[in-house]
């Protein structure tokens, strides 16, 4: 069986960035998951000392705070800044860039509308920079029955697939005056995904590793699976089953934007050990 690695994958230069930024940052702590890759955390807890935080009172006992790659929510940072602790921010800044666009729109009188998830922590965070009441879809259908205004932009979660951007954008321009249009999708997300689609086209097995919560890994999955029915997201070797790849000629490999090199390679090296 060949093993055909997808011509994209894997780290993102955010996610790259985050992990640099965190290696050189020793004892801090991080509010929220630095990337959503459960293994890198417990790396860098277990080598560099970078503890994960889930609330702002536990960040009490540390100096230094790192800033995870999703960003967090003004209010959060604004209190953080305030109580005194060295700051490190690792928000990607292809996150900073939507926060600073609906900060700015919203000033400027728009209706500002993300596309995405609302409870993903990247969508919370840039919603908090609107300063009027902002609308957060994740399809049309969110849209059709509600009253928009005359002027409104639009941005997009980083991970969301174009495609379903495109359908918001044309719903807004057929039905409001003025729609201003920022195209927030992250161009790693969006290569990592054409890749993942030309290789499942080819492929009989394909495999998916990522966190199971991160969200461009699931995109990801979701679009192996349009064209190879026998995709499986994974996170580590160990979720691995050698009947997945009986009688398979092509097993086509991608990884999600916050998945490190040295999972990807284990996970290889275990396929290869399987006698198929
Ligand atoms: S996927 Fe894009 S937006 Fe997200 S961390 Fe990576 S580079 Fe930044």
């Not at 060949?2 to 290696?23: H, Q, S, T």
């Not at 409001?176 to 054409?194: H, L, P, S, Y």
């Amino acid at each position: 069986m060949e093993i055909r690695l997808a011509e994209n994958y894997g780290f993102c230069f955010g996610v790259k960035r985050a992990i640099d930024i965190a290696e050189k940052s020793k004892n801090a702590s991080t509010y929220g998951p630095l990337i959503h890759n459960k293994e890198e955390i417990n790396r860098l807890e277990s080598k560099f000392n970078v503890k994960t935080t889930h609330d702002i009172k536990e960040l009490e006992d540390s100096d230094k705070v790192i800033i995870r790659t999703h960003g967090i929510v003004k209010d959060e940072l604004q209190k953080l800044k305030e109580s005194g602790k060295q700051i490190i921010d690792a928000t990607c800044p292809f996150v900073t860039k939507p926060q600073q666009i609906v900060q700015q729109m919203s000033q400027e009188g728009y209706r500002v509308i993300i596309f995405g998830d609302e409870n993903h922590p990247e969508v919370k965070g840039v919603k908090s920079y609107v300063i009027n009441k902002p609308i957060v879809v994740i399809s049309v259908d969110d849209l059709t029955d509600l009253y928009l205004g005359s002027k409104v932009a639009v941005v997009s979660q980083t991970t969301r697939k174009i495609s379903e951007f495109m359908k918001i954008v044309n719903y807004l321009i057929e039905n409001v005056k003025e729609v201003r249009v920022f195209n927030t999708i992250c161009n790693a997300t969006f290569e990592n995904q054409e890749a993942a689609f030309k290789l499942s086209k080819d492929a009989d097995v394909m495999i998916v590793i990522g966190g199971k919560n991160s969200s461009n890994t699931k995109q990801l999955f979701t679009i192996a699976s349009s064209n190879c029915k026998d995709s499986y997201l994974i996170e580590t070797e160990k979720e691995l089953d050698e009947k997945w790849f009986k009688e398979k000629s092509v097993c086509g490999i991608t990884a999600g934007a916050s998945t490190p090199d040295w999972i990807i390679e284990k996970i290889i090296e275990k396929i290869r050990s399987f006698s198929v």
